[in-house]
């Protein structure tokens, strides 16, 4: 996600997930979330640790996010506030070039991505899902000038994705929004956390 800070609020969203029963109910990434879908990014054996930074919603700040390390591979949730004032909200509207699935979120078209990355010896793929939600900043009475971004992605090299990556892309996506934007931001209508389990109870402070 693009990087720019501006003082403003903070919070991110994770879950948990996997086959096994006793992982629907496991949280992670600080405990604001729980559910099955980022087991299953996390590859076998699920998610084996948690790296929370900047994930506090009584702090006000423009960004934060969240790692998930599985023994096989990794998940990373971010969630970055966007201004009109900075650049250009109309991005955030359409898909872009590597956009391989939409899907509502609430109200909000969210994407599934495979994006290429440059390295040292060239490009490789990265998956990642991602919306933006119109977001009322601090101090602003309007949702038009500011929108909310929260990604899910897969730190490359990306694997196939498949039907169960895909579920699990929407799925992670699903509840880290139901608890950034219907809980913590509260931008706009979210539904309830999907089948992937249930996001915890709203923080206070938030």
């Known amino acids: ?32 979330l729980r559910g099955d879908a980022f087991q299953t990014l996390a590859g076998d054996g699920g998610v084996v640790e948690d790296d929370v930074r900047k994930f506090s919603p009584t702090e006000w700040t423009a960004a934060g996010s969240c790692d998930l390390y599985g023994k096989e591979h990794a998940v990373h949730i971010d969630y970055l506030f966007h201004s009109d004032t900075l650049e250009k909200l109309d991005r955030y509207k359409s898909p872009g070039p590597g956009t391989v699935k939409t899907f509502k979120v609430g109200a909000t078209t969210a994407y599934l991505e495979r994006t290429k990355v440059r390295v040292a010896k060239g490009y490789i793929h990265q998956n990642r899902a991602w919306l933006a939600v119109p977001c009322a900043m601090p101090g602003d009475k309007t949702r038009d000038h500011a929108m909310l971004e929260i990604e899910v992605k897969e730190p490359p090299p990306a694997r196939t994705l498949d039907d169960e990556l895909n579920k699990a892309f929407v799925s992670a996506l699903t509840l880290a929004t139901d608890y950034l934007d219907g809980q913590v931001f509260k931008c706009a209508d979210t539904p309830s956390a999907a089948a992937s389990g249930t996001a915890s109870p709203s923080p206070s402070g938030g």
Not at 5 to 31: F, Y
């Open 1 to 32: 996600m693009i990087a720019f800070a501006t003082a403003l609020m903070a919070a991110a969203g994770c879950t948990s997930s996997g086959e096994q029963s006793h992982d629907e109910n496991k949280p992670v990434c600080g405990g604001k």
